[in-house]
Each structure stands twice: as C-alpha cells, then as structure tokens.
T-cell receptor, first 117, second 118 residues
Framework: DTGVSQDPRHKITKRGQNVTFRCDPISEHNRLYWYRQTLGQGPEFLTY????????KSRLLSDRFSAERPKGSFSTLEIQRTEQGDSAMYLC???????????????FGPGTRLTVL | AQKVTQAQTEISVVEKEDVTLDCVYETRDTTYYLFWYKQPPSGELVFLIR??????QNEISGRYSWNFQKSTSSFNFTITASQVVDSAVYFC???????????????FGSGTQLTVLP
C-alpha cells in the first residue's frame, strides 16, 4: 500500500504528558498537511509543509504544538503538556504541486486518535 | 474567511433510493475549488469529486452527480440508487485557488451522516 500512513493509530495519554505522532506521505508528494478533527465535526487545518519548509500555521496551533518535516519526507506533530481539549483525531494529508492553474488532490491518512485522560 | 455549511446532520434512506446532500459555502475569493469527501467508519477520508469555481458545468460520474450553482453558493451532491456501502459521513470542502498549483488548506463543513438501510 503506497498511501499516506500514520503512526500510532491510537494514543491514550494522561493530561500533562507529551505525545508525538508521525506521518509518512505518499513518496513523491512534496506537500504535507496536518488537520485536527473532533467528534461530530469536519477536519480543521493546522499547518502545512512544502518539502521541509513550514509555510502556514493555523491559529489553532498553540505554542504547545510543534510540527517538523526535517528532510522533506515524513513529518512529526508533537503536543506538549497535553490537555483534555486536545483529544481528537489528527489527520495527515499529502499532495503534489503541479503546473500552474492545475490542482492536485490531498490524500488523507487513517489518522491518529488521541485520548487525553 | 471561508466557511462551509452542511445543514443536514443526518440522513437515512432505503437502499436504491436517490439521496442529495446539501452544501452552502462562503468565500471572498473569486476563484476557488469545491470538493466532496467521504469518511467511512474506518475513519480515512476518501476524495470523491472536485469542481472549479470557473466551470459551472454539472457532471455525472457513475452513481455520483453534483449541482454547482455559483449564484446561490451551493454545491450539492447526489448519490443515485444508494447502496448500504454508501453509509458514511460526507464532507463538503472548499479551498482557495493558488496559481502555483495545490491549495494551502481545505475548509470543511461539519459533515452529513448518511445511513443507507437495506
């Protein structure tokens, strides 16, 4: 399977602990996105990378959140001092930049479900 | 700011019925993209269709069709002859149009839970 993969699929942690999620995009994709989805809602944009550069961050991404994509391939999303409000599904997506005025879909991974107790 | 509204929270139909999912959007951009994604119980978002704002031609793809009306900012999605496997949450989404290709982000609606009963 050459789709987007995420690890772990599920994470249960206690409030105040740090957690880190990993996303492996489709191999040739140079754009990587992170979204957060809470129960009963649609995904909300957090941040995205083009290669290793982080180009945009949502105001949802507080100082406790940090994302990296050091070699322009996989990405990690770390949440420090987790709070119960951080409980959500964290989705990763990737896409490939195409020629001007073209559009390439974002392909989503299965997500990491975080539960903060 | 962009906003997508899916007023239907849940819809139930009987297998083989047609079903239409409504989507209304707000944007200040003059060019943009609209999408429908499906999220089955497994959780993975699956891309279904995309429409450019500068092309209002409505199309049919298999059992899927869509009705894009720029004048009313609506992008409705129809499944013909629904099947039990169509049961999922369906999301409408909006993205900006960037001339360099590939949008920066998607803005999603809150989703419509479709249940197709046998």
């Amino acid at each position: 399977d050459t789709g987007v993969s995420q690890d772990p699929r599920h994470k249960i942690t206690k409030r105040g602990q740090n957690v880190t999620f990993r996303c492996d995009p489709i191999s040739e994709h140079n754009r990587l996105y992170w979204y957060r989805q809470t129960l009963g809602q649609g995904p909300e944009f957090l941040t995205y990378f083009q290669n290793e550069a982080q180009l945009e961050k949502s105001r949802l991404l507080s100082d406790r959140f940090s994302a990296e994509r050091p070699k322009g391939s996989f990405s990690t999303l770390e949440i420090q001092r987790t709070e119960q409000g951080d409980s959500a599904m964290y989705l990763c997506a990737s896409s490939l930049i195409g020629p001007p005025r073209s559009y390439n879909e974002q392909f989503f991974g299965p997500g990491t479900r975080l539960t903060v107790l | 700011a962009q906003k997508v509204t899916q007023a239907q929270t849940e819809i139930s139909v009987v297998e083989k019925e047609d079903v239409t999912l409504d989507c209304v959007y707000e944007t200040r951009d003059t060019t943009y993209y609209l999408f429908w994604y499906k999220q089955p119980p497994s959780g993975e978002l699956v891309f279904l269709i995309r429409r450019n704002s500068f092309d209002e031609q409505n199309e049919i793809s298999g059992r899927y069709s869509w009705n894009f009306q720029k004048s009313t900012s609506s992008f409705n999605f129809t499944i013909t002859a629904s099947q039990v496997v169509d049961s999922a949450v369906y999301f409408c989404a909006l993205s900006d149009f960037v001339s360099s290709g590939s949008a920066r982000q998607l803005t999603f609606g809150s989703g419509t839970q479709l249940t197709v009963l046998p």
